[in-house]
């Protein structure tokens, strides 16, 4: 299948590891452009050699930025716009916050929660959507987390800061459906990233568990009895960056070997 994607210039932010590093090779497989996005050069020029290894002839271009401040959002879309003159894809997707239960998080903690999962897609978004709007072409896909829809335990600034864009995004899906740009967020469960391996520890530590075991035991919990792998999550980003996902806007889609419960 051809998904239409060559010459697209897409953003991935958190792109150095992880599920961002395999987003970002999914889309460059299929002939995108693509700027990747993170705070670290070092593990940005890590991330950009291993990428070319796998993907011959990847069009590649890397940003060393802190997502954080408010003025760094347009600084992602500018330097999109600089390397190659137009932006179709963004994909938004930032690492967690720290763990911690509702009553026992300062104001500043929550704030800084929002300002990093929640404020961050709000600016890129609104820097973003212009330049898609010249071409009459866009997809925004939100890396968010399960637990928006099915709350863990212990991870409540992620799930409270992670929830606002869900209805953030389903408002600006209404507004730019007819430009020709989708708006999508997908929902991870348990993949085996570094993140994963951190949550799993913080967590292990929290309920007096062997952080040995920890992983085993998420994956018990998945009725696949496995743990995700990142690149089963870029494929499905690059489908959505696509232009066969065309009519599809609006959704919130769980990644997560049928872990969710909801019947809805």
């Known amino acids: 299948m051809d998904l239409g994607l060559k010459d697209r210039v897409a953003v991935v932010c958190g792109a150095s590891q992880g599920m961002g590093r395999a987003i970002a090779q999914s889309l460059a497989a299929e002939g995108a452009r693509v700027l990747l996005v993170a705070r670290s050069a070092d593990k940005l020029q890590a991330a950009q050699v291993e990428i070319a290894e796998h993907v011959r002839g990847a069009q590649l271009a890397t940003l060393a930025l802190d997502l954080t401040p408010p003025d760094s959002a347009a600084a992602v879309v500018d330097a999109a716009r600089t390397h190659w003159g137009r932006l179709d894809v963004l994909v938004t997707n930032t690492g967690g916050p720290p763990p911690g239960q509702p009553l026992d998080l300062d104001d500043d903690k929550f704030m800084l929660a929002y300002q990093q999962n ?15 709007r ?11 987390a399960l637990s928006v829809r099915q709350i863990e335990d ?6 409270t800061s992670r929830l606002g864009v869900v209805a ?3 408002y600006l899906a209404e507004q730019v459906a007819n430009d020709g740009i989708t708006v999508n967020s997908v929902l991870p469960g348990s993949i085996h990233t570094e993140r994963l391996g951190q949550v799993a520890a913080n967590q292990a530590r929290h309920f007096g568990r062997d952080p040995d075991k920890e992983l085993e ?13 990142p690149d089963e999550m870029g494929d499905l980003v690059a489908f959505l960056a696509s232009e066969r996902a065309a009519f599809l806007t609006g959704l919130n889609i769980p990644v997560d070997g049928g872990q969710l419960r909801s019947v809805v």
């Open 118 to 132: 929640f404020m961050n897609v709000v600016r890129l978004c609104r820097h973003a959507v212009p330049l898609m």
């Open 134 to 144: 010249e071409n009459q072409y866009g997809r925004i896909v939100n890396v968010l």
């Open 154 to 159: 212990n991870l409540v600034l992620s799930s």
């Open 168 to 170: 953030y995004s389903r």
């Open 217 to 229: 035991l998420r994956a018990t919990r998945v009725p696949m009895q496995r743990l995700g792998r």
